[in-house]
């Protein structure tokens, strides 16, 4: 284990809290503008989020049923919760981070498994209770209030809690298709519906358009007409979505932004264009709220004007044979401003993880 991360979770040691341990594959060469393939050690699936105030990457590891967390670029992996969260990802959403750092969320799948949170960056974890009947697959936490929106694995209805995980009920959501049997809407093959917490009711959620809840999901108003998917992102007091759009069978990803909550939303800029694909990533943040990353078909693209225009920030490794649609491709990454590094995580590929840093 690195003396620094060492220091850094004995400095953060709670009464009832978990605490990182164990050891990891062994090191890799990573090397400045080039795609480095690292081993991360989990099984068929996984998911990653990058602490922006740390720089340290973390990775949900379906066969070693954990959290893992790196501070060097990927080279060295520990398990970074504790026995508090397990690491079973159905969804490439699995793990949220904060936008402005610091706070991290596991959503866990598969009976058994535990979903949980840290509030200091990956140091201590706390579980939550179980819910639904076989875990999470991903959901959006209002991080003030500990509002947090959730879908579960393989059932129909999303559940909602109050209190960071402590307590669950199920929402009356019609959502037809479940988290993981696609259900046409429109011309959409939908899997993962979008959710969203802004506060302690305020909840959105988006299958064939958006929808807005005042009273922590009784009651639901719709307010766009948007597709979207994953979890919004909230960063400095504005919510970010990407919404799907097709024309002639050519799809591209619209960014949504909402100032007020919820109530409206308006399209940023140009379109990002995602070729045959009709899946969407989910927004990152590079050094500033104006600098916010995307994976699209030609690779992962930037916008350093908040969303007003778009260019290609580093394609995808040449190793990679990207199928189209691309479910398993385009929404697993993650960006360290600091060190100007982007990670991507490849389902189609079978368990490959790979860094560039630029």
């Given at each position: 284990m690195k003396t620094a991360l060492l220091i850094a979770v004995l400095g953060g040691l709670a009464a009832g809290a978990c605490?990182?341990?164990?050891?990891?594959?062994?090191?890799?060469?990573?090397?400045?503008?080039?795609?480095?393939?690292i081993k991360v050690g989990w099984g068929h699936r996984g998911a990653l989020a990058l602490?922006?105030?740390?720089?340290n990457l973390f990775a949900a590891a379906w066969r070693s049923r954990g959290i893992l967390a790196s501070s060097d670029l990927g080279k060295t992996f520990t398990r970074a919760d504790g026995n508090?969260?397990?690491?079973?990802?159905?969804?490439a959403y699995s793990l949220f981070a904060a936008a402005d750092g610091g706070k991290i969320a596991a959503f866990s799948s598969q009976a058994g498994t535990l979903s949980g949170h840290s509030l200091d960056g990956g140091?201590?974890?706390?579980?939550?209770?179980?819910?639904?009947?076989?875990?999470?697959?991903?959901?959006?936490?209002?991080?003030?209030?500990g509002a947090i929106l959730a879908m579960p694995h393989e059932e129909y209805k999303a559940y909602y809690s109050p209190d960071l995980g402590k307590t669950w009920s199920k929402l009356q959501l019609d959502y037809p298709g479940g988290t993981n049997k696609p259900h046409q809407v429109g011309k959409h093959q939908h899997y993962q519906p979008g959710v969203g917490a802004f506060g302690a009711a305020e909840l959105v959620f988006s299958d064939d358009c958006i929808k807005r809840s005042e009273d922590a999901g009784k009651t639901w108003a719709k307010v766009a007409d948007y597709c979207c998917q994953?979890?919004?992102?909230?960063?400095k007091g504005t919510g970010y979505w990407l919404a799907k759009k097709e024309e002639e069978g050519k799809w591209s990803g619209v960014l949504l932004a909402t100032k007020d909550k919820g109530k409206s939303w308006t399209p940023v800029g140009s379109p990002i264009d995602n070729g045959a694909s009709t899946y969407l990533t989910v927004p990152r943040f590079g050094k500033d709220e104006k600098h916010i990353l995307a994976a699209a078909a030609a690779g992962i693209v930037e916008s350093t004007d908040g969303g007003a225009t778009w260019k290609v920030a580093v394609r995808y490794p040449e190793a990679v044979k990207l199928s189209s649609p691309f479910v398993d491709t385009g929404d697993c990454f993650e960006y360290d401003p600091a060190r100007d590094a982007f990670y991507m995580f490849f389902f189609a590929e079978g368990p490959r993880t790979w860094v560039y840093p630029r």
């Open positions: 605490v990182l341990g164990g050891e990891a594959p062994p090191p890799a060469e990573i090397a400045k503008g080039t795609w480095t393939e602490d922006r105030l740390s720089g508090c969260a397990a690491g079973n990802p159905f969804s140091k201590t974890w706390t579980s939550w209770a179980k819910v639904g009947a076989m875990g999470l697959d991903y959901g959006a936490i209002d991080w003030d209030s994953g979890p919004v992102q909230v960063f």
